[in-house]
């Protein structure tokens, strides 16, 4: 498969020249060793795809011709993964991994039970750091649509979100399994997922006002960095996206 590029201010069309420059055109020429004549893709993170052919490689320049274009239309419903803050790097493996399975917007949320505590400079560090991987995973999966990353939210602002999406909060001591589930086709569907010592019993209340439903995944109890991921599967069958 073609290496995949992707540039913030991406354009062309059929027998244009693609420019990579700076931090893109060295990790194509330095790292991943492209050549002239190679095969690659190019794209703007928001649904255009260009194919195209190396025509010239220098550590920070190297030109792509379009020889294809394609429009990719944006995946709706949409899936939202609320992730808790984790300590160590749990919740950054749970945000790569989701980026790679499909997930089209990731939520950071300051759970009550969260080790890790994002202050207004750590939320701002937080947020970029959380971007930049999704970026570099959404290039490795070959995305042509790069979630969004938003800022830190409470409790109370993700159960607002329930107005307008299915909020699906997993919990290993729910009565229903989300593959029991029947998904609306036509709503966003939101996974909550929780911090190491779980989702503290006033949040699981909070949710369940707003009308979200508890779900389990199986008859084990996973990580905070893998629970996400294993739920964005099962719904991703379940929507047909696989």
């Known amino acids: ?3 995949h590029f992707l540039l913030d201010e991406a354009a062309g069309d059929v027998g244009d020249a693609v420019v990579l420059s700076g931090a893109e055109a060295h990790h194509a020429a330095t790292v991943r060793r492209v050549r002239a004549g190679e095969e690659v893709t190019v794209g703007d993170g928001r649904g255009l795809w260009l194919e195209g052919v190396v025509e010239g490689v220098q550590p920070r320049e190297v030109v792509v011709r379009v020889t294809a274009r394609t429009d990719v239309t944006a995946p709706r419903p949409r899936l939202v993964l609320v ?5 160590g790097d749990r919740d950054e493996l749970a945000v790569q991994a989701a980026t790679e399975l499909g997930v089209d917007e990731i939520v950071p949320w300051q759970a009550a039970r969260s080790v890790s505590r994002w202050d207004a400079a750590k939320a701002a560090k937080g947020r970029a750091r959380w971007t930049a991987i ?14 969004q990353v938003v800022d830190v939210e409470t409790t109370s602002r993700i159960a607002q ?37 779980g989702i503290a019993p006033d949040e699981l209340a909070t949710f369940a006002d707003a009308g979200a439903t508890p ?9 905070t960095s893998t629970a ?3 739920a964005l599967a099962v719904v991703s069958v379940a929507l047909g996206r696989w």
Do not use: C, F, N, Y
């Not at 970026?135 to 490795?140: L, N």
């Open 1 to 3: 498969m073609a290496l």
């Open 83 to 87: 992730q808790a803050l984790a300590k």
């Open 134 to 147: 999704v970026r570099e995973a959404a290039k490795q999966a070959h995305r042509a649509w790069v979630p």
């Open 161 to 197: 979100r329930a107005a307008g999406a299915g909020i699906l909060v997993l919990e290993p001591t729910a009565e229903t399994a989300l593959s029991a589930l029947t998904l609306p086709p036509d709503r966003d569907v939101v996974l909550v997922v929780g911090p190491e010592g």
């Open 215 to 223: 779900v389990r995944l199986g008859g084990t109890v996973l990580r």
């Open 228 to 230: 996400g991921p294993a």
